[in-house]
C-alpha cells in the first residue's frame, strides 16, 4: 500500500485481520481442507470509502480458497461478518447495464413458462438487491417479496415498487412469511447462494417457506468456467463458494432436496442456473449427469487441476503488470473503467493503484465521489475519460465489455484503447 497523506492521492494505513475461522467444509463438514489459492490480504471489495474514511486505518482479511479433500467443494477458509460486508453503506446495484437489466427480465419470463406458474402466486428473491429481477416476475402477474440485509438497497427497491424485508435470509423470516403470506412457488437466489456462511441453516429455511410443488433456483459463477477462463478476479470476500455439480448432488440430497436440473448462462464470465426441488418432485434432467460426468472427465476438483490455475494466476499479474507499466513508461495515461467487486480483488492482488491508474469511472452514483478498496483509486463519472484525455482504459467489468465499450463512443472516436484483462491482458 502506498503511504499517502492527502486526498489526491489517498491510501490507509492498513491492519490485517489475522484472526483465522476454525472452518469447517461448509456443505459436508469435514475439517480435511487443502489451500490451493491465496490472494493475500486485502480489504472488502464492495468497501468504497468517502474522503473522510481515507485517515482512518483500511482492514484486510485473508483471502484464501481450499477445496475440501471429502466432497471437493471449493470454499474461502475464512468468513468475514455478514453485517460489516452487506449493512455498512453497501454500494451495489444490480441494475447498472442494460445486458444486466434484459438477463434478468428474461430469467424471471423463463421461469413462469417452463413451470406455468400462476398469477397471482408468490415469488421470493433472496438477496434481491434493487429488485430488477422482481420486477421481471411482477411484469409477469406475480406477487412478489425481496429479502435484502442492505438497508440503503432495500430503501431503493422499495421505491422501486417492490415490497422488500431488510434482513438476513433466516428460519424466523421464514415462518414469519409462511404466516403472512403463505409458501412460495418460486424462490430465487441470483448471485446470493454462494455468498452464504451456514448453507445447512439457509437450506432449512428454504424448505420452510418453498411450497411442495415450488421451485428454489439458483444462479451463480460455475467453478468451470472460473477455472478454465482464469477468472480469479470473482474471488472476494462476499464469494464465499465456488459452485459446481459434484458436491451440490449429495449436500441437496441430505437436506431432503434434489438438484433436478442445470443450465449454462452466459453471464458474470460464465454461470449456471440451477433448478432445486422438494426430493422426487420433478425428474432429474439428463443435463445434471452430463455435467457431473465432465466435470469428473475433466478433473474440475483435482488438486493438478487446482494448482494449475493458482499458477497461472500468478502468471497472470505478471503480465498484466508488466504491460501496464510500459503503457506508463511511455507516457500513456491510463484510467480503470467500471469499478465492481471484481475489479478490486484484481487491483489489489496485482497491486496496482495511483502510480497506474489516474482514476476509475462509474456509472452507478453509490460510488462516484469515493475511493476504492485497498488501492484508495478516486471514482469518477465515466465521461472523466474524455475530459482527462486518457489514452487506454483497464476495463475492469471486463464481463460487459461489449455494452461498456459501445458506451465510450467518444472516448474510442478520440483514440482510446481498451485494455481487457482477463483471461489474458488484450488491447482493444
Not at 418453498?210 to 477455472?227: Q, R, S, T, W
Not at 470476500?237 to 452466459?266: A, C, N, R, T, W
Not at 488438486?303 to 497461472?312: I, M, Q, T
Not at 497506474?356 to 469518477?380: D, M, N, Q, V, W
Request: proline share 4%.
Amino acid at each position: 500500500m502506498n503511504n499517502l497523506k492527502d486526498p489526491s492521492q489517498p491510501a490507509n494505513s492498513t491492519i490485517k485481520y489475522t484472526e483465522l475461522n476454525s472452518i469447517s467444509c461448509r456443505l459436508c463438514k469435514s475439517n480435511d481442507l487443502t489451500l490451493f489459492l491465496d490472494l493475500g490480504h486485502t480489504a472488502l471489495a464492495d468497501r468504497f470509502m468517502r474522503v473522510e474514511q481515507l485517515i482512518e486505518p483500511e482492514i484486510t482479511y485473508p483471502l484464501r480458497v481450499v477445496r475440501c479433500n471429502s466432497c471437493f467443494f471449493c470454499q474461502l477458509d475464512h468468513a468475514v461478518d455478514p453485517k460489516i460486508l452487506y449493512q455498512e453503506d453497501y454500494p451495489y446495484e444490480s441494475s447498472t447495464t442494460q445486458t444486466g437489466r434484459t438477463h434478468f427480465s428474461n430469467f424471471a419470463k423463463s421461469i413462469v413458462e417452463r413451470f406455468s406458474i400462476e398469477k397471482g402466486k408468490l415469488v421470493i428473491d433472496i438477496g434481491s438487491n434493487v429488485g430488477v429481477l422482481l420486477n421481471g416476475f411482477k411484469q409477469q402477474g406475480m406477487q412478489v417479496l425481496g429479502v435484502d440485509p442492505a438497508e440503503n438497497i432495500a430503501e431503493i427497491a422499495n421505491k422501486n415498487g417492490i415490497p422488500t424485508e431488510t434482513d438476513f435470509f433466516n428460519a424466523d423470516l421464514a415462518r414469519r412469511v409462511v404466516r403472512d403470506r403463505g409458501q412460495a412457488m418460486v424462490i430465487t437466489a441470483s448471485n446470493v447462494f454462494a455468498h452464504v456462511d451456514r448453507l445447512d441453516l439457509f437450506m432449512d429455511s428454504i424448505i420452510t417457506l418453498l411450497d411442495k410443488d415450488g421451485v428454489f433456483v439458483v444462479e451463480a459463477p460455475y467453478l468451470a468456467n472460473l477455472i478454465k477462463a482464469l477468472e480469479y478476479d470473482t474471488i472476494y470476500h462476499e464469494h464465499l463458494s465456488y459452485l459446481s455439480i459434484m458436491p451440490l448432488i449429495p449436500f441437496f440430497s441430505k437436506m431432503g432436496m434434489e438438484l433436478f436440473d442445470v443450465q449454462q448462462v452466459d453471464i458474470h464470465g460464465g454461470s449456471f442456473r440451477l433448478f432445486i426441488c422438494h426430493k422426487g418432485k420433478y425428474p432429474v434432467s439428463n443435463a445434471v449427469l452430463e455435467l457431473h460426468a465432465k466435470e469428473q472427465a475433466d478433473g474440475l476438483h483435482d488438486l493438478d487441476v487446482l494448482n494449475k490455475f493458482a499458477k497461472g494466476v500468478a502468471e497472470h499479474r505478471s503480465k498484466l503488470r508488466y504491460l501496464l507499466e510500459a503503457l506508463r513508461h511511455d507516457g500513456k495515461k491510463i484510467a480503470g473503467v467500471s469499478a465492481p467487486a471484481k475489479g478490486m480483488t484484481l487491483l489489489n492482488y496485482c497491486n496496482i493503484g495511483r502510480e497506474t491508474l489516474e482514476f476509475i469511472t462509474e456509472k452507478t452514483h453509490l460510488k462516484i465521489g469515493r475511493y476504492s478498496p485497498g488501492s484508495a483509486i478516486p471514482i469518477l463519472p465515466d465521461s472523466a475519460l474524455v475530459t482527462e484525455n486518457i489514452d487506454y482504459a483497464l476495463l475492469l467489468a471486463w464481463n460487459f465489455k461489449d455494452e461498456i465499450i459501445k458506451n465510450q463512443k467518444e472516448f474510442r472516436e478520440r483514440g482510446g484503447k481498451f485494455i481487457i484483462p482477463i483471461p489474458v491482458p488484450t488491447i482493444i
